[in-house]
């Protein structure tokens, strides 16, 4: 029986199913069996060790790639309404000075949001270093009104949000050079092992005596996925031997 092909989680949860009724009572019950399925049991628990330590080392990764998208969304939010709220104004008042501040805020217009993380970040530390420039550019964009809200403040929002999703880049990075995994070959070694005793496993089988139901009870999980497998592989039109 090819086993090989099973990703470690599989091969954990084929040892469980060994582990609960009725699988289990009939492998106790038969001494070829539950000497083969020591080792099974055996090379499951150093997988199980491996999967336990390293599974959940992405968990910090996924949690600042969640929180750079809020921001992401926010930023953008706010860079959209910022430019649909001057060109408003800047038809209801008939004022092209509305476009001048738009301008000044976004050179490369509303399409800004469908920038890259690293593109976003560099717009809003040169918008943050025109302000500080432009004192009376500054002024004119505060002395705009939001829902009671200066529109400064949803301006240094973006820049915020930016500048913040510029940190968990570095954190991000940071963390891939410093989380450590299972490397390839080790846990190619433990999969390989796995297979070799599963394999012995089902072999034991045929010295053991086992009745039809017994034998499907135990290995009819497994010899099912060999059946899909040698489906998939055949091919259109031809029936599986």
Not at 30 to 39: E, I, R
Not at 171 to 182: D, F, I, M, V, Y
Request: with cysteine; charged share 25%.
């Amino acid at each position: 029986m090819n086993v090989s092909a099973l990703s470690a989680e599989e091969m954990i949860a084929h040892t469980q199913v060994w582990l609960t009724e009725p699988a289990q009572s009939l492998i106790a019950a038969n001494a070829v069996l539950s000497t083969g399925f020591l080792a099974v049991k055996s090379a499951a628990t150093a997988l199980t060790a491996t999967q336990a330590k390293y599974g959940d080392a992405s968990a910090p990764q996924r949690a600042l790639s969640e929180e750079a998208a809020v921001c992401d969304a926010r930023h953008d939010a706010r860079i959209r309404g910022t430019a649909q709220f001057l060109e408003a104004l800047a038809r209801l008042r008939e004022e092209p000075i509305y476009l001048d501040y738009l301008a000044f805020l976004l050179p490369d217009g509303p399409g800004a949001v469908s920038a890259s993380y690293d593109a976003e970040v560099g717009a809003a530390e040169l918008l943050a270093a025109r302000l500080d420039q432009d004192a009376a550019m500054k002024k004119a964009i505060k002395s705009l009104s939001v829902d009671g809200k200066s529109l400064l403040t949803f301006v240094e929002g973006w820049i915020a949000d930016a500048r913040r999703i510029g940190e968990i880049m570095r954190e991000k990075a940071a963390l891939a050079a410093t989380e450590e995994g299972p490397a390839p070959a080790v846990l190619r070694s433990l999969r390989n092992d796995w297979a070799k005793k599963a394999r012995a496993f089902h072999a034991s089988a045929a010295l053991a005596g086992l009745d039809e139901a017994t034998h499907t009870a135990i290995f009819g999980r497994l010899e099912a996925i060999k059946k899909a497998s040698r489906a998939k592989k055949a091919p259109e039109g031809d029936t599986p031997a």
